[in-house]
């Protein structure tokens, strides 16, 4: 019996840049499916056409797609059904949740699905359905379960069994609701990742990134698994041990996505436990090989040595990412459990900046044991390396954390009911917001307000500082390879406007695909030569 799977990205509102970027979990699932004999097809709605669709009135007048509605999540997820009815008959959807803002038009399409008739059951899977799937599908029953780790062992394995409910447990990584109790399913590993079908960017699988209604941006993955906060998980099922591929097919993944894209040549390495060994390895693999191609990564700054930033920009990188919480060396040991000094921070900062690589600082703040002098230490870290990035977040309480778990030893005070609320995407589930950033928690001898002011004081130093804010590793080397890095203003101006019309957003697609192709003769001439370890030669 041949098998299918509806594979959805339904971004939420607003819409970032990265939306409009391929998804590599979709991908990679639906490569993943097809080598099992399932019939995949990822319909990815973050394109140029939803938004057209969605428009109403006049192109001279786009409706404003920056702002939140409700009204658009609802028309969003009934367009999305609609084509789902017209061009597949699926046994399984799956929904990509990568971000808290995914989950409303999820659950809009979701409850559409139930009403109409459809049938098959609704995973979700992806970055936010990892850490909150077992929230999710408690709060909102149109939502089956929820993929924890590893679809692309799930899938196929859920599929299998996808119509007789009582053998769901039996599926690896899966959370779900039986008779009002979450159940959790063993935990189930892809051991390598090199033994992984590369993820599958077609026509016949992802049509709209062969039609060019996505930028060409591929994330590419290196490592997947270990801690995902900065003070690590407490429940066992929340860590998976970190699983590596090698730099050679990593290498062989770009070269497969440049010559079956018209030679895109631009790539995130995502690879946020990746350790130096594996950050140098991977620069040594590229820099050899006949093309260099442009990329952004994340890179931890404990591991970081003096060779690290001339081998990474030697390789191909043009921007790399920091998780920097403080520039109080207190907190840093005290509270965030980090062996790292402030002056190391500054001295590899420097690194960077000597090797040309754009430099996007992520500051966490405020945390229970922030004060006005914690924040102005902070200030004069980002005063003395001026980066070109900085991105500041309050800290994100994940389920089974220990920060949720031991949230009085830390200091916050969360209400599990308004938790849940904010889990799910509701109204009335933050305690406080600004800039966008809604925060479902309060602090121990700090009122809601008070952290507010707190929070709002520091983006204004920051701003003081000419430090642009707001800008992520891809979206700094897209401004790179549009040569609007050095006018942080104007690329701005381009975040906050693109995606509020199809039009816009159809001329900054064509403009950077044009940019991302690489020429066929391209070569690299120049060899690498590696900064010495040692003075007085």
């Known amino acids: 019996m041949n098998r299918s799977v509806a594979l959805l990205y339904l971004p939420g509102f607003p819409w970032h840049l990265e939306d409009a970027m391929p998804q590599r979990v979709l991908a990679s699932c639906a490569s993943n499916l097809a080598c099992e004999g399932i019939t995949p097809l990822v319909l990815d709605f973050g394109t140029p056409e939803t938004l057209a669709a969605l428009e109403c009135g006049p192109a001279e007048s786009p409706t404003p797609y920056s702002l939140h509605s409700d009204a658009l999540a609802y028309d969003l997820a009934k367009l999305a059904l609609a084509r789902l009815q017209d061009t597949f008959q699926p046994d399984i959807v799956a929904l990509q949740l990568e971000r808290r803002k995914d989950v409303q038009p999820a659950r809009e399409f979701a409850r559409l699905a139930k009403v109409s008739g459809l049938k098959c059951p609704i995973l979700l899977v992806g970055a936010y359905a990892s850490s909150y799937g077992g929230l999710l599908v408690e709060h909102e029953l149109a939502f089956d379960a929820a993929v924890t780790e590893d679809p692309e062992l799930t899938l196929p394995a859920f599929s299998a069994c996808h119509t007789d409910r009582d053998s769901w447990a039996e599926v690896p990584n899966l959370v779900f609701c039986r008779a009002g109790k979450r159940i959790r399913t063993r935990r189930e590993l892809v051991n390598r990742l090199d033994r992984l079908a590369p993820p599958d960017y077609s026509a016949r699988f992802y049509p709209a990134v062969a039609d060019r209604q996505k930028l060409l941006l591929f994330d590419i993955e290196q490592t997947r698994g270990g801690n995902r906060s900065l003070l690590g998980p407490v429940a066992p099922w929340s860590v998976s041990p970190v699983r590596k591929k090698s730099p050679s097919v990593v290498a062989q993944e770009m070269d497969l996505i440049r010559t079956s894209n018209g030679g895109a040549n631009a790539f995130h390495v995502s690879a946020p436990t990746a350790d130096q060994e594996s950050v140098e390895h991977l620069s040594y693999e590229l820099r050899g090989r006949a093309r260099t191609p442009f990329y952004s990564r994340h890179c931890s700054m404990e591991l970081f040595d003096a060779v690290t930033p001339q081998a990474l920009h030697a390789s191909g990188c043009?921007?790399?990412?920091?998780?920097?919480?403080?520039?109080?060396?207190?907190?840093?040991?005290?509270?965030?459990?980090?062996?790292?000094?402030?002056?190391?921070?500054?001295?590899?900062?420097?690194?960077?900046?000597?090797?040309?690589?754009?430099?996007?600082?992520?500051?966490?703040?405020?945390?229970?044991a922030d004060d006005r002098h914690t924040s102005a230490e902070t200030v004069r870290l980002v005063q003395r390396t001026m980066p070109e990035t900085v991105n500041l977040a309050p800290p994100e309480l994940r389920p089974e954390s220990t920060w949720r778990e031991w949230q009085q030893t830390y200091g916050f005070r969360v209400d599990d009911e308004r938790y849940t609320l904010w889990a799910a995407g509701e109204r009335g589930g933050a305690a406080w917001s600004a800039y966008g950033h809604q925060v479902p928690y309060?602090?121990?001898?700090?009122?809601?307000?008070?952290?507010?002011?707190?929070?709002?004081?520091?983006?204004?130093?920051?701003?003081?500082?000419?430090?642009?804010?707001?800008r992520t590793p891809k979206e700094a080397l897209l401004a790179w390879m549009l040569d609007l890095d050095e006018s942080p203003e104007e690329f701005g101006v381009m975040q906050r406007r693109v995606l509020d019309s199809s039009r816009t957003a159809a001329t900054l697609i064509e403009a950077f695909n044009a940019c991302a192709a690489l020429p066929t003769n391209s070569m690299v001439f120049l060899p690498f030569v590696p900064e010495l370890r040692a003075v007085g030669n």
């Open 318 to 368: 043009r921007t790399v990412s920091f998780d920097i919480p403080t520039g109080s060396q207190r907190l840093l040991e005290d509270f965030y459990g980090l062996n790292l000094g402030v002056s190391q921070i500054e001295r590899n900062l420097h690194r960077c900046q000597h090797a040309q690589l754009h430099r996007v600082v992520n500051l966490t703040f405020p945390c229970p």
């Open 442 to 470: 309060g602090m121990t001898g700090c009122g809601v307000e008070d952290a507010r002011r707190a929070y709002c004081g520091l983006v204004r130093a920051i701003h003081e500082t000419s430090v642009p804010m707001g």
